[in-house]
């Protein structure tokens, strides 16, 4: 049983450039989370998809936008990337959002360096 | 909103010892859910024990406990018997349900170091 898979593991990109980072959920999950997570400090919600709509969203800017397809995986873009988007991104997935106390799984991460 | 403390950015125990890591929050609501994430160099997120706010015993899973003092609002993880394997950041995180649904809020993280 995979667990939540995330592509690709490490990318540089330059200032003003867009990106697109991948998440395939657990299987039999259907919820995805995405967090910034800078060098030093705790995960930051950016936003969670079910049933392929953004059902909620931290503090984050509009250049951070995403998707979820209807086989429950998704994506996370950036747009105009700043040298402070420089971070590990974190998926995670659960089941059923709203349901508190289902556990919930990470994947390894996604390094984006901004040069 | 929901903040989480961590006021200890690094610890460090003997092999075979027991350490103690402390995490308080903030909260209005009444039913919610505590968690604690260990992140080795890895980098993965890993699961080391849950809580739920309606339930007065305290969760331990082998050799991880938690004391939660929900009038307190504190939420600490005990280690027993101290591993090398232990040795990573470890998160205190707080969820609570919404109909929108729900999100994790992290502390800023715990080093620990476990000494041979």
């Known amino acids: 049983d995979a667990g939540v898979t995330q592509s690709p593991t490490h990318l540089i990109k330059t200032r003003g450039q867009q990106v697109t980072l991948r998440c395939s959920p657990k299987s039999g999950h259907d919820t995805v989370s995405w967090y910034q997570q800078a060098l030093g400090q705790g995960p930051q919600f950016i936003f969670q998809?079910?049933?392929?709509?953004?059902?909620q969203r931290g503090n984050f800017p509009d250049r951070f936008s995403g998707h979820q397809f209807p086989n429950y995986s998704s994506e996370l873009n950036v747009n105009a990337l700043l040298l402070g988007d420089s971070a590990l991104y974190l998926c995670?997935?659960?089941?059923?959002?709203?349901?508190?106390?289902?556990?919930?799984?990470f994947g390894e991460g996604s390094w984006l360096t901004v040069v | 909103a929901q903040t989480v403390t961590q006021s200890q950015p690094e610890m460090s125990v003997q092999e075979a010892e027991t350490v103690t890591l402390s995490c308080t929050y903030d909260t209005s609501e009444s039913d919610y859910y505590l968690f604690w994430y260990k992140q080795p160099p890895s980098r993965q997120m890993i699961l080391v024990i849950r809580?739920?706010?309606?339930?007065?015993q305290n969760a331990t899973e082998n050799r991880f406990s938690v004391n939660f003092q929900k009038a307190a609002k504190s939420f600490s993880l005990k280690i027993s018997d101290s591993q090398l394997g232990d040795a990573a950041m470890y998160f205190c995180a707080y969820r609570v349900q919404e109909t929108s649904g729900s999100r994790l809020t992290f502390g800023e993280g715990t080093q620990l170091t476990v000494n041979p």
């Open positions: 995670a997935s659960s089941r059923l959002a709203g349901a508190g106390g289902n556990t919930i799984y």
């Open positions: 998809y079910y049933e392929e709509e953004e059902r």
């Open positions: 809580q739920e706010a309606y339930k007065q």
